[in-house]
Structure formats: C-alpha cells, structure tokens
C-alpha cells in the first residue's frame, strides 16, 4: 500500500494550493481517505475526511469554508484543495487511509504559508 501526496509548496496569505495523494496498493474505491496536517511542534491533526464514494465530507473547524476535499475513484486520487490560505496552516499535510488491519501513511508534503 502507497500513498504519494505532491502539491505543496510555498505560498502567500490569501494564496491557494492543490494537494493530490496518489493511492496504490488496496481497492481505493472502498476506503474513505483522511488529510492530515502537522505543524512544527505540534501533534498530527485531522483536516478533512471523505466517504469512499465521495458523498460526504467533514472538515476541521479551523479549515471550514476555505479547504475542500474531494476524490476521483478512476485516478485512485485523494485532493485537498486549500484556499484563503493563512501563515497558521503552514504545516507538513498527510494523506491516510485504513485498510483493516492497519492505518497507512503517505510520506507527507510541506506547506508553507508566508510572505
């Protein structure tokens, strides 16, 4: 199982950016997938999370309004599509996806937000 985040970068406040997290391995169409982040010093937080077939979402409070997770099943793809970026949200962001019995982790990508 792999999972490949790309996409990041840095950017200015009020900026945008397109993660991408390319999945191999397991049956992507059956699993929902996570976004992560963790800032420097800081615990790994929940970002946004998707339904396997892409019908529900959920978003951190902090990113509600401004990010937007979505999939396409025939690319095995997760995306975070991030905007009205913000210097707080500069962080490492992971992709994660659990396929019994285990959690699975992508390697990460930095996100810097500053100007």
């Known amino acids: 199982i792999q999972l490949v985040e790309s996409g990041g970068g840095l950017v200015q406040p009020g900026g945008s950016l397109r993660l991408s997290c390319a999945a191999s391995?397991?049956?992507?169409?059956?699993?929902?997938m996570r976004w992560y982040l963790q800032a420097p010093g800081k615990e790994r937080e929940l970002v946004a999370v998707i339904t396997s077939a892409g019908d529900t979402t959920d978003y951190a409070d902090s990113v509600k309004g401004r990010f937007t997770i979505s999939r396409d099943n025939a690319k095995n793809t997760v995306y975070l599509q991030m905007n009205s970026l913000k210097p707080e949200d500069t962080a490492v962001y992971y992709c994660?996806?659990?396929?019994?019995?285990?959690?699975?982790w992508g390697q990460g990508t930095q996100v810097t937000v500053s100007s």
């Open positions: 994660s996806t659990y396929v019994s019995p285990n959690w699975y």
């Open positions: 391995g397991f049956t992507f169409s059956k699993c929902h």
